[in-house]
């Protein structure tokens, strides 16, 4: 097999060649003149990206730094919290506020099903002194896709603040931080915005800003007010990934050009094709179709051991996905379909899986009818 795997695991996902090429630039000097306009023009067109006005600042590391700066800059020890939990990554916000000493409190949804608006309510109804609201807008272990604009319209109802992950949803499904009144939204170079792992990126709204001025947990590289006070004078706090910076701006171009609406079209489509076509084949998908995510779908493999079923497929296809974490490691498989993919490669992905199932012909032909009547409409 080729040492050109397909990369359908939820991240990292493939980069394309420009935003490759461009991370492959000099160095420049990070406190110098290029870089002073290249970090403040980087982080205004990302605005465009997380549909905000408030500040987008970015940290070297990867997705849970930008979740760990979120928590050590609005959580003081005792404060009391509430963590929407339905998979590892709503787990890992659990994991963290508890890292810095915060009151946690866990709303647990099933695991393949998202959370219930409703049930916010009725617990912040009951608790009005929890201070923030952790959620996931993508749990990616399961493939189940939140309904931020709903809970964040519950949220605003009460003085708690909203802090979102987005790690494997922004740029690819639509989310409207400053509409949706999210105070911070965290997301991470190496999913929908197609660029190598290694940036974090946050979003910050002034209520959040005046909550950190209050807060007195420990930090030091993930001080945010330092990030933001630098960023005024055109300067990262620390020496940055520079190599990444060279190509979200290449990625920011190739989002700009297709624009957001297409962009999360082709994520739906992907989506949709990537169901009908594993269903056509007989599998069960974990996640029903209303809370179907855009860019991870999980599948049940309940006749072959998965761990098996996916190392065929990259062994004999060089397809790789991922397998289940935490409650379902062992029972599912995960397809990531999410930024620089297409249509075309979601049909290839549902051969080498119908092959390697030894099913032949109908998830493509299932997925490719889709395909088309879309494309005509
Ligand atoms: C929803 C979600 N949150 C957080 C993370 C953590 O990001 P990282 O691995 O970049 O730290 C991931 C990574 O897969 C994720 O999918």
Redesign the pocket.
Known sequence: MSDQTHLRI??PVPVPHKVLMASASPMINHRGKQFKEKLPAVLERLKYVFQTKNTVLALTG????A?EAAVANLVNPGDPVLVLVGGT?GQ?WANICNAYQGKVYKLEFPWGQGVEPQLVRDFLLKHPEIKIVFA?H???STGVLNDIEAIGRIIRETQALFVV?A??SLGGVMIQTDKWGIDIVCT?S??CLMVP?GL?FLSVSQRAKERMLEVKSPRFYLDLKVYEDMLAKGEPPYTPNLANFFAIEESLKLIEAEGLNQIFARHILMRDMIRIGLEAIGLTLLVEEQWASPTVTAVRLDLMNVDEFIKELRDHYGVEVAGGQGKLAGKIFRIGHMGHTNPLEMLTTLAAIESCLGRYGQAVAAAEKLWIKRSSQ
């Open positions: 939820p991240g990867s997705g849970t730094a979740m990554f890992r996931t993508n749990e990616s992950d790690v494997s991470a190496q999913k792992p974090a």
